[in-house]
């Protein structure tokens, strides 16, 4: 499973993100199994806005964790996007449409969606910008996106994402730092407007507590100027 982890002395074999998510798929949970994603996930969900009625996409649904959360709180028609089939195939059942691909090359329409929501995926992107402008150009106007990070602050304390499994063999997913002037930056670029963020600090590791787990941040597409 992931978790938030200091350099051991061996450290585990890094994957590209194609190969980690493909081992990954049969041991990847649905539910936060970890101190980072326990905190990321109670951060995304009180930045979602109301989803009742709306149309969401998930990109990078993985097993589909955030698409069973919206189900529950009665979101409208809903998508969930992986590079991974086996990922997809654990999403299956949710009642969500599923489609393969990734970004920064989104294969949808135009403001197809009032609500997007992406965790814990950016990280694995070399650039922000990109993404977001896809993210920005898939929701409609006034939609909302909110989207989660490993927290710049965690390569200051040699954190990295792992995961063990199913063969009991432990990797490290390949991960780009990204600053906090850098999430800001691309939202700009992108014309989102960023309406809050939340930095979740480690309670349960006694040597890392108090320290900044994630970032989420929640931002709005701007409104199309009137003629």
């Given at each position: ?28 949970p649905r539910e936060p199994a970890n101190e ?151 939202c700009a670029a992108a014309g989102l407007a ?34």
């Amino acid at each position: 499973m992931s978790r938030l982890a200091w350099r051991p002395f061996r450290e585990p074999p890094e994957l590209d993100v194609s190969t980690a998510y493909a081992r990954w798929a049969e041991t990847y949970p649905r539910e936060p199994a970890n101190e980072l994603m326990r905190l990321e996930q109670r951060e995304v969900l009180r930045l979602l806005p109301e989803l009742a009625g709306r149309r969401l996409v998930d990109l990078g649904c993985g097993s589909g964790r955030y698409l069973a959360k919206a189900a529950a709180l009665g979101v409208g028609p809903s998508v969930g996007l992986d590079p991974a089939p086996a990922m997809l195939a654990r999403a299956a059942g949710l009642g969500a449409r599923l489609v393969g691909g990734a970004l920064p090359a989104l294969p949808f329409r135009d403001g197809s969606f009032d609500v997007a929501v992406c965790g814990l995926v950016v990280g694995h992107l070399p650039e922000l910008a990109p993404a977001l402008a896809e993210m920005a150009r898939v929701l409609r106007p006034g939609g909302v996106l909110v989207y989660s990070d490993l927290h710049p602050e965690g390569e200051r304390h040699g954190w990295r994402r792992t995961f063990v499994a199913a063969d009991a063999r432990e990797y490290a997913v390949r991960h780009f730092v990204h600053s906090l002037e850098a999430h800001f930056e691309a939202c700009a670029a992108a014309g989102l407007a960023v309406e809050e963020v939340a930095e979740p600090r480690v309670e349960s590791v006694r040597r890392w507590r108090g320290a900044p787990a994630a970032v989420v941040v929640r931002a709005g597409r701007r409104q199309a100027a009137r003629r």
